[in-house]
T-cell receptor
Framework: SQQGEEDPQALSIQEGENATMNCSYK?????LQWYRQNSGRGLVHLIL?????REKHSGRLRVTLDTSKKSSSLLITASRAADTASYFC?????????????FGIGTKLQVIP | EAQVTQNPRYLITVTGKKLTVTCSQN?????MSWYRQDPGLGLRQIYY???????DKGDVPEGYKVSRKEKRNFPLILESPSPNQTSLYFC????????????????FGDGTRLSIL
């Protein structure tokens, strides 16, 4: 089963609005990362948040992490048509040696001009 | 330019005909990985490699083989492809993912779309 599950699976908004995507996971994590995938392309890393952090910002992106609820959210402010893509959360799990990363199913975001 | 290169980008083939998808990275990364992406299932890891000559199974390794003879290359081999291996495949690389460097972001290729008839 998937470690991370994004919600909603699809989201359609108007340009200029904010977009919020959520990710829930099942086991304790070390880090959580968000990736973006444009149609027909590979994933691109957006932002990482560590398990001891609660919020992180990068440009128009804001990520929160609530380890008690095992959930994270990605907020894209003032969305643009170019933000249209699928967004995935990825969790890092493990201790000591190799840290396994598991991807969620993704949220497909459409920003309408 | 730092990149992960996969070839071919598209392939249509028939059941049982051995094929290899190549993956090469120019960032001197230790860690490389193969994923398949299917609708409703997200990305699932097939195999990964921590370094040269070190490979291990991911979540869905059945029907696949890999090798890591050189640091830059990590080919994915389908010895006897079957229709259930029709999928979009991604290769990724990163700095090593152990200990204090466990949070390294992965760099992805643009994908290989395989159709097995």
């Amino acid at each position: 089963s998937q470690q991370g599950e994004e919600d909603p699976q699809a989201l359609s908004i108007q340009e200029g609005e904010n977009a919020t995507m959520n990710c829930s996971y099942k086991t304790s994590i070390n880090n959580l990362q968000w990736y973006r995938q444009n149609s027909g392309r590979g994933l691109v890393h957006l932002i990482l948040i560590r398990s001891n952090e609660r919020e992180k910002h990068s440009g128009r992106l804001r990520v929160t992490l609530d380890t008690s609820k095992k959930s994270s959210s990605l907020l894209i402010t003032a969305s643009r048509a170019a933000d249209t893509a699928s967004y995935f959360c990825a969790t890092d799990v493990g201790s000591g040696g190799y840290q396994k990363v598991t991807f969620g199913i993704g949220t497909k975001l459409q920003v309408i001009p | 330019e730092a990149q992960v290169t996969q070839n071919p980008r598209y392939l249509i083939t028939v059941t049982g005909k051995k094929l290899t998808v190549t993956c090469s990275q120019n960032m001197n990364h230790e860690y490389m990985s193969w994923y398949r992406q299917d609708p409703g299932l997200g990305l699932r890891q097939i195999y990964y490699s921590m370094n040269v000559e070190v490979t291990d199974k991911g979540d869905v390794p059945e029907g696949y083989k890999v090798s890591r003879k050189e640091k830059r290359n990590f080919p994915l081999i389908l010895e006897s492809p079957s229709p259930n291996q029709t999928s979009l495949y991604f290769c990724a690389s990163s700095l090593k993912r152990t200990g204090t460097l466990s949070n390294q972001p992965q760099h992805f290729g643009d994908g290989t779309r395989l159709s097995i008839l």
